[in-house]
């Protein structure tokens, strides 16, 4: 399926929703291993000349963290790799740990100018810290492994980086404010995620709105949705539920969802008042 021919009611995959360790990513942690061999160098030598952690580079070379621009430019230098390592590099899946049926809205989030979450359920991904992404995913059924859960916080950590490195996309979270009173995790989890998700908002380009319990009804009350605007103005948007997701990019479908979310924004808490009511319930924790 490719960009605006699925419509709604395309389903991503639904029912394989398992996340993958990425085959192209073990492949280039074996190359690198190779080469650094090669140079006679244990992974606690080579770590301070590619200006990276013994632990972050065990993680790139059994495949498990997928490598920065920069490792990827001094290991080459350092190594002497004759241009190997940007050629495999280069073929990476950028979606390690994803589950196949959220990969093609992960490709659209990559170059959007604006990007709208309402979420009901949980914290969303680009919101989450580790501990309680940890949480998630060792409470997910069927259990999980331990390369998995390290695969699954992979992508998560690589997708945030979308928050830091484009400033010019516009993003905008209304989140239920039962989201921090569950208290997923121990105390300090839902502290830290107070926190994280106060920092974030802090940014120009980040917009956080929390739809208070007192609100009761509103436009959102069908189930969590997002949006996006691609830079050639096109909207889509992506539906999510327990074993699959759903992509929409009909226009009258996509005029529906764009109408509830104006009105949700209209209904939750405004940019101050969100802030100040998150931070009465860090204070209550």
């Known amino acids: 399926m490719t960009d605006g021919t699925g419509g709604v009611g395309a389903p991503l ?37 590619v200006r990276y952690s013994a632990p972050t580079v065990a993680s790139i070379e059994q495949g498990r963290r997928f490598p920065p621009p920069d490792f990827v430019e001094r290991a080459e230098e350092v190594l002497d790799a004759f241009g190997a390592l940007r050629g495999a590099a280069r073929h990476l899946s950028r979606q390690p740990g994803l589950a196949s049926w959220f990969r093609q809205w992960a490709r659209l989030e990559e170059t959007a100018v604006s990007l709208y979450t309402y979420e009901c359920r949980l914290i969303p991904g680009l919101l989450q810290t580790e501990a309680y992404a940890r949480t998630l995913f060792v409470n997910q059924l069927p259990p999980l492994g331990d390369d998995q859960i390290e695969a699954q916080w992979a992508a998560r950590s690589e997708r945030q980086r979308l928050l830091r490195e484009r400033p010019n996309t516009a993003f905008s979270f209304i989140l239920e404010e039962h989201l921090f009173l569950r208290r ?8 830290g995620v107070v926190d994280h998700v ?88």
């Open 13 to 49: 995959g639904c029912g394989g929703g398992e996340p993958e360790v990425s085959d192209s990513l073990k492949t280039f942690g074996e190359v690198v291993k190779a080469f650094r061999k090669r140079a006679r160098l244990t992974q606690e030598e080579f770590a301070p000349r």
């Open 184 to 191: 997923t995790g121990e105390a300090e989890v839902t502290v």
């Open 198 to 285: 106060l920092e974030l908002a802090e940014q120009r380009n980040v917009e956080v709105q929390v739809m208070p319990l007192a609100q009761g009804a509103h436009a959102g009350v069908a189930g969590p949705m997002q949006l996006l605007e691609t830079s050639e103005n096109r909207w889509f948007a992506y539906n999510e539920g327990q074993r699959g997701g759903l992509f929409v990019s009909e226009s009258k479908e996509l005029s529906v969802l764009q109408m509830r979310y104006a009105r949700m924004r209209s209904q939750a808490l405004s940019l101050d008042d969100s802030v100040s009511l998150l931070r009465q319930m860090r204070g209550a924790l």
